[in-house]
Nanobody, 120 residues
Framework: QVQLVESGGGLVQAGGSLRLSCAPS????????MAWYRQAPGEQRELVAS???????YYAGSVKGRFAISRDMATNTLYLQMNSLKSEDTAVYYCNVRGSNVRGFRYNAWGQGTQVTVSS
């Protein structure tokens, strides 16, 4: 079973920056889709940003120009750099990794979530 370990959340003032990290227990070379989602209290989980194996990226309109998703093959880590943070970015952030293992079985793994709180 693929496990994801997230880190980097915390409390930051509006206008500040944070970088989230997600380390899978499987090589990210096996992933064809990696993403960050977030869920605010009382809200549905929403896609924030994604990156595919061909390096295509997607950003939600609310974060475009402020957030950057990237993956580092050398450290086997997915990142989300968040700049110019706003109070509305406050949420629990989850990483999601999908791909196929060495046996060809598909996996769809989620991280445990990391809290990001932006104070105004």
């Amino acid at each position: 079973q693929v496990q994801l370990v997230e880190s980097g959340g915390g409390l930051v003032q509006a206008g500040g920056s944070l970088r989230l990290s997600c380390a899978p227990s499987i090589s990210i070379f096996s992933a064809d889709y990696m993403a960050w989602y977030r869920q605010a209290p009382g809200e549905q989980r929403e896609l924030v940003a994604s990156i595919t194996s061909d390096e295509s990226t997607y950003y939600a309109g609310s974060v475009k120009g402020r957030f950057a998703i990237s993956r580092d093959m050398a450290t086997n880590t997915l990142y989300l750099q968040m700049n110019s943070l706003k109070s509305e970015d406050t949420a629990v952030y989850y990483c999601n990794v999908r791909g196929s293992n060495v046996r060809g079985f598909r996996y769809n793994a989620w991280g445990q979530g990391t809290q990001v709180t932006v104070s105004s």
